[in-house]
């Protein structure tokens, strides 16, 4: 026997990790029996319909926030669950 009798073994490593990486691309992937929608799918578009009507304006403002925000009072956006007597 040589000394490269163990060569084998070691390639198996790289090997079995790039069968290992194929099977789970595979497996999570399922390329080939996923829904192609965009081939399989007909979509028809139609026209957009709708207005654009100015209802509001306001120019200049220096305000950084909103009037009634809640950032800050945490307990009034947070709600504690109760737990339910089992009995």
């Keep these: ?15 079995g990790a790039a069968g290992l990486y194929w099977a789970l691309y ?6 080939d029996k996923s829904h192609a929608f ?13 207005s654009d009507h100015k209802i509001n304006e306001i120019k200049g ?5 909103i009037n009634g925000d809640n950032v800050r009072a945490y307990r009034k956006r947070v709600r504690r669950l109760r737990r339910r007597d089992p009995g």
Excluded: I
């Design 1 to 15: 026997m040589s000394d490269d009798s163990g060569l084998w073994l070691l390639s198996l490593g790289p090997a």
């Design 26 to 31: 595979r497996f999570y992937r399922n390329t």
């Design 38 to 50: 965009e081939h399989e799918t007909a979509v028809e578009a139609k026209p957009v319909t709708g």
């Design 61 to 65: 403002t220096q305000q950084t926030r």
